[in-house]
């Protein structure tokens, strides 16, 4: 495990009291802020690459092709 060390100020300080003010310690805050920091990250890649897809004639082709083909699937 590692140990980080950080000064923080301003709106850092600000935010990690918000995330503290129900108890939580500074270390659980931390860690949980760092895993949504990576969720958050890979969220907004996958934003850009969908918005990539349907900005390119071919991908919403292939999309709506492919939205046609399983159109009469019945999941049930």
Same mark, same amino acid.
């Given at each position: 495990m590692a140990i980080v060390n950080v000064r923080i100020s301003g709106a850092a300080e600000r935010a990690l009291q918000q995330l503290t003010a129900d108890g939580t310690s500074t270390s659980d805050a931390v860690r949980q802020a760092l895993l949504d920091a990576v969720a958050l990250r890979r969220r907004r890649a996958m *934003? /850009? /690459? =969908? #918005? *990539? =897809?349907? !900005? +390119?004639? =071919? +991908? #919403? !082709? !292939?999309?709506k092709a492919a939205m046609?083909?399983?159109a009469d699937v019945d999941p049930w």
């Open positions: *934003l /850009d /690459d =969908a #918005r *990539l =897809a349907m !900005a +390119d004639p =071919a +991908d #919403r !082709a !292939a999309i046609q083909e399983w």
